[in-house]
């Protein structure tokens, strides 16, 4: 509906940007203490810039860490640009703060899981969703264990949890 605020969309932003200022800490002074990233994202994603001979190895997501052995680390705008190695071969990527799917900071066991954005994952997503997501379980039958699906209390209804539809 026109005129309705889209949470989700604000709260996916503000992820993207705490994401962004932690790489922007990490490109000014190095990793902090024992700081270090986990970022998988998708290499399929518009704006994603690789080597090709990288891009046929992984032709759909990659996870890079960020931690002792980088460099040319640079935040600007919506993306960001590192020059890693891969067996002893040097690879720059320029990766859009969009086509990131998880960013993980081990040390300190922080995580984001980003929503997907673009067509391509909408479609992935509409696609897995066409049948019925297995619960082919009788739902009057309060024995049957239903993935996502909390049981509360007779009268209470359920609350059913959105990890039970997120791709893993």
Avoid: C
């Amino acid at each position: 509906m026109p005129g309705e605020i889209d949470y989700g969309q604000m709260m996916q932003r503000a992820m993207r940007g705490l994401m962004a200022e932690a790489l922007g800490v990490f490109a000014e002074n190095g990793p902090p203490g024992a700081h270090h990233f986990y970022i998988t994202f998708d290499t399929r994603h518009p704006g994603v810039d690789m080597p090709d001979w990288l891009r046929d190895r992984y032709p759909r997501e990659i996870t890079i860490v960020l931690q002792h052995e980088f460099r040319d680390l640079a935040v600007t705008g919506d993306r960001f640009t590192v020059t890693l190695s891969f067996s002893d071969r040097p690879a720059t990527m320029v990766v859009p703060l969009d086509a990131v799917k998880t960013f993980v900071d081990p040390s300190v066991e922080f995580g984001l899981r980003f929503d997907p954005i673009g067509e391509d994952e909408d479609d992935e997503i509409d696609d897995q969703m066409d049948g019925p997501p297995e619960l082919a379980v009788d739902p009057h039958d309060r024995s049957a264990a239903r993935p996502g699906v909390e049981e509360k209390p007779e009268g209470a209804g359920q609350v059913v949890s959105l990890d039970a539809f997120r791709k893993h």
